[in-house]
């Protein structure tokens, strides 16, 4: 997929888009009145350059029994009252003079010859325009399609790379329906958001807000509370590779989540192994000192064999996305199989799907896979992989177009990417939800396990965007023409034994397992219910 914008030509409405005014006059017409002369079939012609003005008015008058020199008045108020657009004029300028000559803009209005010769006259700088149509001008009025072709003749525009503004749908419609990509002018923010995401670079984009917000990248509650913590720190520096941007706790063996005073939660906090593990393993500890940690947390395992969360015996904890990133841990450092009775019920979590609704820390069934994904990619571990990842991928192709907040499409994207899954659906959700800053909204990632309130980061969210952006770029070069296109089909598609996943096999730690070809593996519509050793072929 390239993301360098593909558009080179952009044409906006004039009226209501790049200047707005007011139907409210000095005169006795009223605004509604005003508007139903505006759509009336003699201001069609007028706007067409079919008549005069002096017969419009007149004509006008007649058909609403109200006196032409009072329309006349009337409209000369709402001339009167004409202000330009320029936050929205200035994006267009900053848009146009980023693309190194590659942007094009035009206007075009329905509008009259002398209405236009008094648009002229206002404070704008109409250099910006490489050519302004008028309805007046072309003998063609929006909607009609035949004012959209004389344009697009006229300029030289290929449709498939023109962005057309305009507040009325039926006009967009127009628009769409010869190929253009088409923006309703409904909501001033949200325009403005589309043509940076249309027309910018995402990952740059992102780069520049990450980089402007270094040392600023603080997590946040839903009810509006600033934390300084560890966790997602160490997930942005894992991301980015980027120290500058981050602040971490300097610590030389265990990490705590909080940097400061706990906040909502007791004054005193533990150290806990989920941190501890994501310290270690994005830090790069010395050997001694990781080995000694995982000593140290082999003393928290429950009855069931299932890693703790804390390093308090007070707390009995436990939560699978925390036994994800501690099992992380260990097999970095070839210690895996110290915690079999743990990998085996994260692998029945998986199975069951016990995670869509979340953990007890973590807020979304992304974070289980995600971290789960970096369990196999960072272990890269054979036997890990047999075990873990034909399931793996299974469950994540059951999330595609999920519904999702931007930091759950980025972690869905990132795991796609690892397993050589094309996702189209997720990636054409997640670039429209990049802000005007750059930066992606806040989403959530973990959450306070008594009261549920949710904790989030911006920095998180976009660096995580950024990668998956990347990512999926590197894997997938040329995005698919058509947007049917939208499932996700494995590169590699191998078809192992349910043998192979037997939990006492995978515990016995050989490296030789046979990969074997089911035969039904060649059959596309074999039921992954009654065959869950064949990988599915597509989004279900």
Sequence with gaps: MSFTSNYTTLICDIGDVLFSWSPQTKTSISPSDLRRFLSSPTWIDYE???????????????????DPTEVGRAFQDARDSLQSNEELISVIRHLKARSNGMLHVFAMS?????????????????????????????????PNLGFYKAVISSTGADPSRTIFVDDKMENVLSARSLGMRGIIFDDHRKVVRALYNLLGDPVERARQYLTMNEKKLLSVTENGIFLRENFAQLLILEATDNRNLVNLTDTHRTWNFFQEKPLLTTQEFPFDLDTTSLGLTVMGSPEDVAHSVMDDMLNYIDDDGIIQTYFDHRRPRFDPVVCVNVLTLFYSYGRGHQLDRTLHWIREVLLHRAYLDGTRYYATPECFLYFLGRLLEISNDADLAVYIKPLLIERIQERIGADGDALALSMRLRLCAYLGLRNDVDIRTLLPLQC??????????????????????????????????????????????????????PLVKPAYTNAQFSPQRFSQRKSNSSIAFSSIATNPLASTRQHPEIFPLALK
């Design 436 to 489: 005007e800053d750059g930066g992606w909204e806040i989403g959530w990632i973990y959450k306070y396990g008594s009261s549920g309130i949710r904790i989030g980061n911006r920095g998180l969210t976009t660096s995580l965007a950024m990668k998956a952006i990347l990512e999926m770029q590197q894997q997938f070069p040329s995005s698919p023409s058509s947007p049917s296109a939208l499932y996700a089909v």
């Design 48 to 66: 067409r350059g079919k008549i005069s003005q002096a017969e419009c008015y007149a004509r006008v008058g007649g058909e609403f029994s109200v």
């Design 110 to 142: 329905n509008i009259s010859a002398p209405d236009y010769e008094i648009l002229r006259t206002k404070p704008v700088d109409w250099s910006l325009f490489d050519g302004i149509f008028t309805s007046a001008g072309v003998g063609e009025r929006k």
